[in-house]
């Protein structure tokens, strides 16, 4: 069985521009979370999508954003990118949006100069 | 707002030795995660704990939670080589409503000499 699979792996943007990152869920499962994990920062909780629906964002700008098609893969978007939007971004999904366990991808290493 | 915190953040030890990391988390909570990171690499799930007392074991790592201390403990026993890696524990909030999320510790890196 195919796990959570993120793409790109790397990213290599330049401050202003967007970048767009995508995760495809294991299959059956109806959740997908995004994590941010930047350096000495640990892991922060960005956006939880479930059933197409955004249920919850961390405390993050609104510049941060993302959306889940019908077949439950997710997007996440992240516009007038700034250095320190360089990290890795995780994504993890789980079979409901309320207590499961967690999978996570391999991430994308965004990195903005 | 619940915060979730690790200690030690770094921790070395000697192939054969025992060792505790401690997660403390300042709200009640309805579950707890551990997470191993190798370097480069995602999360693993290790442990899921769901009640208070509750204890898993695999291998040499044995986890435990205390509801009413807000404490989890990651007990390494007998250590590898293998073991080296980032411990991270997660603490989760809302459960079963619309504001679930896990909230992680700033994570324990472990390096095992030989």
């Known amino acids: 069985e195919a796990g959570v699979t993120q793409s790109p792996t790397h990213l290599i943007k330049t401050r202003g521009q967007q970048a767009t990152l995508r995760c495809s869920p294991i299959s059956g499962h109806t959740s997908v979370y995004w994590y941010q994990q930047a350096l000495g920062l640990g892991l922060q909780f960005l956006l939880w999508?479930?059933?197409?629906?955004?249920?919850n964002r961390g405390n993050f700008p609104p510049r941060f954003s993302g959306r889940q098609f019908p077949n439950y893969s997710s997007e996440l978007n992240v516009n007038a990118l700034e250095l320190e939007d360089s990290a890795l971004y995780l994504c993890?999904?789980?079979?409901?949006?309320?207590?499961?366990?967690?999978?996570f991808g391999s991430g994308t290493q965004l990195s903005v100069l | 707002e619940l915060k979730v915190e690790q200690n030690p953040l770094f921790l070395s030890m000697q192939e054969g030795k025992n060792y505790t990391i401690y997660c403390n988390y300042s709200?009640?909570?309805?579950?707890l995660y551990w997470y191993r990171q190798d370097p480069g690499k995602s999360l693993e799930s290790l442990f899921v704990l769901l009640s208070n007392g509750a204890v898993k074991q695999e291998g040499r790592l044995m986890a435990s939670l205390d509801t009413k201390a807000r404490l989890s403990t990651l007990h390494i026993t007998a250590a590898v080589h293998d073991l080296s890696a980032t411990y991270f524990c997660?603490?989760?909030?809302?459960?079963?409503?619309?504001?679930?999320?896990?909230?992680f510790g700033t994570g324990t890196l472990l390096a095992v000499q030989p």
């Open positions: 709200t009640t909570s309805d579950r």
């Open positions: 993890a999904s789980s079979l409901e949006g309320a207590g499961e366990k967690l999978f």
């Open positions: 999508y479930d059933e197409g629906e955004e249920r």
């Open positions: 997660a603490v989760e909030r809302g459960y079963g409503g619309a504001t679930n999320k896990l909230i």
